[in-house]
């Protein structure tokens, strides 16, 4: 027994679903300026909708990286903002891209079942904001595209 087995034994009594990984895949988009976008989909727990027994509640997290080239970065438009409006100053609400690669990473569930989810991304909206390395800072939307099946 793993030190977070008697944790998860607890948690799973609790009605949650766990996931464990087999596969873990990125995908991965490139934006007109080059930059690309990595998108890493991290699968938490599922919760069981209570009147349809084999219908979920998916819970995750996303993680999204840019990959901004050398030439695009301007360290010298950092500047600390006490309180950024993020969604409230975009300088670009669509800014194009084409997917690179997109790839399902794949769970084992504590019910049986196995899942596999691909992040997909939505809408990609650059704000006037730059990193202390000088990247843009850009918002993203990021959808999972869910497949259960039988263990």
Not at 31 to 57: A, E, H, Q, R, S
Not at 88 to 113: A, C, P
Not at 134 to 146: D, K, M
């Amino acid at each position: 027994m793993g030190p977070d087995d008697e944790i998860n034994q607890v948690i799973v009594k609790m009605g949650y679903v766990l996931a464990t990984p087999r596969v873990q895949h990125s995908s991965f988009y490139k934006l007109i300026d080059g930059t690309i976008i990595k998108v890493v989909m991290l699968l938490n727990f599922l919760i069981p909708i209570p009147p349809k027994p084999d219908d979920y509640d998916v819970n995750t997290t996303n993680i999204v990286s840019s990959f901004v080239p050398s030439e695009k970065r301007r360290p010298e438009l950092f500047a600390p903002t006490p309180n950024p409006q993020f969604d409230k100053d975009i300088v670009d609400d669509d800014v194009e891209f084409e997917v690179i690669k997109e790839n399902f990473s794949v769970y084992d569930l504590t019910n049986g079942l196995v899942v596999s989810i691909k992040p997909v991304l939505g809408q990609v909206r650059k704000t006037k904001y730059y990193s202390v390395q000088g990247e843009p800072i850009y918002l993203t939307n990021v959808s999972p595209i869910v497949k259960f099946k039988k263990g």
